[in-house]
């Protein structure tokens, strides 16, 4: 049983030091005590009354100008016990151990207390910005908020302040950034306003959850860059939760490696990634896509036939105006062409028209001009009947899988709903092509009684893929599918979806961002910048001899998963933008 009396932060074992909710916010970071220190931290989630272990015994320190990095899959306690370190943690959790900032104890901190250690001495960049800013105020209210909130100075003095920050982020238009809602900016832009809002009361730790993972290439590395001129200009500590190691080798100086709960191995940046003593450790590096470290085997399963399964030719595609927005044209004049059996990886930053193009070809957007054949058919002739028979030849994989699932309908529901509902099976033989969908996506067939929400991450990506496949589609959209994926996990989906493209010879279109991805899985890859194409090809041709200025600044600014390699690229990209 789940006693609640031991869920009060203020138990026997939370602490065994007087706590003064003054003295925290007095005393300042030094070079001799240590910003963060935690011992024996353990955090646990009460579950069906029982309690389940998410951290075990956590002990690690991080000192002022350091930046910690936390890696590992998901759930392996990272953000949990960085939470703990908040007490943001929900009401089913139990804390036990030893949480020391600048020496003084947070853990039995009164709540008033506790409210002005967040913000003003411990802040946190979140992962997905869109969802940490209030949508309904604007991005300059809620700096000058938080300023007010911990300095109580005047609003004049606070927008100076916040204009001063959004500067200091390099946000391209300061005074229009401060007047904007989140909505109104891209991904980047959104990204820079949150660590503006993070360093706007000069805290001694900053917490930074994932903060580049839904990022472009580009716009990521000018993201790390600002971290890591920000971190030097403040000297503060950093905790950086992250499972992309190439951001860990950019950024981290030593890095403390996560499964199941425990911490297996830590050490150096250097250390771990020269010499990893642990098995886990070892498999993880080994799971990190590495840009021209890619085998030819699966490419000589394309063969080009005589017919495309999807044709782009001079394709034009406009947002027709709305109210005072006028027209927006987000693909001009683009052709290309997929065969059964291919996999073209669309690339390009944010609003380079990736999406709109998978859209369309899904017959979710009219084509404006040029022809668009998705399985032979011209999608501009089609009536809605048509339409309707044709998407049974096409399937869809979403970015996030959790927003894509019904969370109130069983998986095997969820996979089943499209064959259903096309008349192809039901009863009986529908759950027996059900259980075949989730073995060919190695999955347990007792997985079909289950919800989303009680599969991991990548569980739901591959019911993505068991629903998208159901109807046995000619041609697959996979948009964005590996961006909120660990390593680990990740290499695991990318071999199955090269494994399933081998069984059932469909064709896909591989919209991604990041191009280590696209070049262990791609055929052929197609570059877009401003709706435009910029160039396309073979593999090799783009990712080892672009011709374009713009991709090559994409394949510059990838991040490597190794220190050294990385400070070299890192130096060389500066170089030529002075």
């Known amino acids: 049983m789940v006693d609640r009396k031991t869920n009060d932060m203020t138990d026997s074992t939370a602490n065994d030091v007087p706590v003064n909710t003054t003295d925290v916010l007095l005393i300042q970071a030094s070079d001799k005590v240590p910003v963060l220190k935690v011992a024996d931290l353990s955090v646990d989630f009460g579950v069906d009354n029982e309690w389940v272990p998410a951290a075990i015994g956590l002990n690690y320190e991080v000192h002022k100008g350091e930046v910690l990095a936390i890696v590992g899959e998901s ?30 104890e947070l853990r039995g901190m009164r709540s008033s207390a506790m409210r002005r250690v967040r913000g003003e001495k411990i802040a946190v960049i979140f992962q997905e910005p869109m969802t940490a800013l209030n949508p309904v105020y604007t991005i300059g209210f809620q700096i000058v908020e938080t300023l007010r909130q911990h300095y109580g100075i005047s609003p004049t003095d606070a927008k100076a302040r916040a204009i001063e920050l959004l500067t200091m982020v390099e946000m391209p238009d300061p005074e229009k950034a401060f007047n904007s809602y989140p909505h109104q900016l891209s991904g980047g832009q959104r990204q820079r306003a949150m660590i503006a809002q993070s360093i706007s009361c000069d805290p001694d730790l900053l917490i930074a959850d994932e903060p580049t993972t839904a990022l472009d290439v580009t716009v990521q590395a000018e993201i790390l860059d600002l971290l890591r001129e920000l971190h030097k200009r403040l000297d503060s500590a950093i905790v950086l939760i992250t499972h992309d190691m190439g951001v860990v080798a950019d950024l981290a100086d030593r890095v403390i490696v996560m499964h199941r709960g425990k911490i297996v191995e830590s050490g150096t940046v250097d250390e771990i990634f020269d010499a990893p003593k642990e098995e886990y450790t070892q498999e993880l590096l080994a799971s990190v896509p590495h840009l021209g470290a890619n085998d030819e085997r699966h490419l000589a399963g394309a063969e080009v036939a005589k017919e495309p399964v999807l044709e782009l030719r001079n394709v034009s595609i406009e947002y027709p105006k709305r109210g005072r927005v006028p027209a927006f044209r987000a693909v001009d004049d683009v052709s290309l062409t997929i065969y059964p059996g291919e996999l073209l990886g669309l690339v390009g930053e944010s609003g380079s028209g990736k999406t709109t193009i998978g859209r369309a070809a899904m017959g979710l957007l009219p084509v404006t001009e040029g022809e668009l054949r998705v399985v032979g058919r011209d999608m501009a002739t089609l009536g809605r009947k048509e339409l ?42 529908l759950d027996k092509k059900v259980e075949e969908l989730l073995r060919q996506v190695e999955l347990p067939t007792a997985f079909r009684n ?21 109807l046995n589609p000619r041609l697959l959209i996979a948009d964005e599918p590996t961006s909120a994926l660990d390593v680990s996990v990740q290499a695991r989906f990318l071999d199955l979806l090269l494994e399933l493209q081998r069984q059932l010879d469909f064709a896909c279109l591989f919209i991604s961002h990041d191009l280590a991805v696209v070049d262990k899985l791609a055929h052929r890859i197609a570059v877009l910048r401003n709706g435009r194409l910029v160039e396309q090809g073979t593999r090799d041709d783009i990712l080892r001899n672009a011709r374009d200025p713009y991709t090559r600044r994409l394949i510059a600014a990838v991040p490597l998963p190794d220190p050294q390699a990385q400070a070299e690229q890192r130096e060389r990209r500066l170089a030529e933008r002075l």
């Open 75 to 104: 759930g392996s306690g990272k953000s949990a016990s960085s939470m703990a370190v908040l007490d943001l943690l929900p009401v089913n959790s139990r804390v036990r151990g030893s949480v020391k900032l600048n020496g003084v």
């Open 388 to 429: 309707r028979e044709l998407r049974r030849e096409t399937g869809i994989v979403f970015q996030d899988p959790a927003s894509s699932l019904n969370p109130r309908m069983p998986i095997g529901q969820s996979i089943g709903e499209p064959m259903l509902l096309a008349g192809i099976a039901k009863g009986r033989e």
């Open 450 to 470: 289950r919800y989303p929400h009680e599969l991991s991450g990548g569980q739901k990506q591959r019911v993505g893929i068991a629903r998208a496949l159901s």
